[in-house]
């Protein structure tokens, strides 16, 4: 069963650092890319932040460029979210989630891919002084 | 950069109808990578569909999707209780992942 299970989350003053982790089990870690996902209190969800399985190219919203970070411990099978610089608009439940993989339909020679099939239950990062 | 509209933001249905709901892209854009997710309160997001038509393992033949270029549909023929929730679309392109605002599904 897979199963992703995000902590690390907690309160912050702005201006301030968090390391949020997930655990992952279940499935094969190192051959799928993982993604961050956010969603503000009771608004709608944002994507974040996304590590590829192959060669470990990260990619992030523009929300976040510059100050997060995702990486990967491939021996400990957790991804990570460096935050820094957090902002009051950073308050969130962060959900750690899985990216499908990528599907061939060979009649009609098309690939498609790019969803989330797996999350975790996410972990609430508040930041307020 | 795509932006996906969901209107309306609120739907209201009794149980056994039939919903459709609607996710507008700003430009065309390839079905393979459209998805659709339901979410309860105090829940993860559920993947019901990718590729804008494949139902995700153990969603029930009740929700199905379709839709090309800029108009997308998440259609659930007979509403049952447990479907009432907020549904959002999303899309991946050039490296970057997109979601609707979200389409909050209500007893009517």
């Known amino acids: 069963e897979v199963q992703l299970l995000e902590s690390g989350g907690g309160l912050v003053q702005p201006g301030g650092s968090l390391r949020l982790s997930c655990a992952a089990s279940g499935f094969t870690f190192d051959t799928y890319a993982v993604s961050w996902v956010r969603q503000a209190p009771g608004k709608g969800l944002e994507w974040v932040s996304t590590?590829?399985?192959?060669?470990?190219?990260?990619y992030s919203g523009d929300s976040v460029k510059g100050r997060f970070t995702v990486s990967r411990d491939h021996s400990k099978n957790t991804l990570y979210l460096q935050m820094n610089s957090l902002r009051a608009e950073d308050t969130a439940v962060y959900y750690c989630?899985?990216?499908?993989?990528?599907?061939?339909?060979?009649?009609?020679?098309?690939?498609?891919?790019?969803?989330?099939?797996?999350w975790g239950q996410g972990t609430l990062v508040t930041v307020s002084s | 950069e795509i932006v996906l509209t969901q209107s309306p933001g609120t739907l209201s249905f009794s149980p056994g109808e039939r919903a459709t709901l609607s996710c507008r892209a700003s430009?065309?854009?390839?079905?393979?990578?459209l998805a659709w997710y339901q979410q309860k309160p105090g829940q993860a997001p559920r993947l019901l569909i990718y590729?804008?038509?494949s139902r995700a393992t153990g969603i029930p033949d009740r929700f199905s999707g379709s839709g090309s270029g800029t108009d997308f549909t998440l259609t659930i023929s007979r509403l049952e209780p447990e479907d009432f929730a907020v549904y959002y679309c999303?899309?991946?392109?050039?490296?970057?992942?997109?979601f609707g605002q979200g389409t909050k599904l209500e007893i009517k």
């Open positions: 590729g804008a038509s």
């Open positions: 989630a899985r990216v499908g993989p990528n599907w061939y339909d060979s009649r009609a020679q098309i690939t498609g891919g790019g969803y989330f099939d797996y």
């Open positions: 430009q065309s854009v390839s079905s393979s990578f």
């Open positions: 999303e899309h991946y392109g050039r490296s970057l992942y997109t």
């Open positions: 590590i590829r399985d192959n060669d470990e190219t990260t």
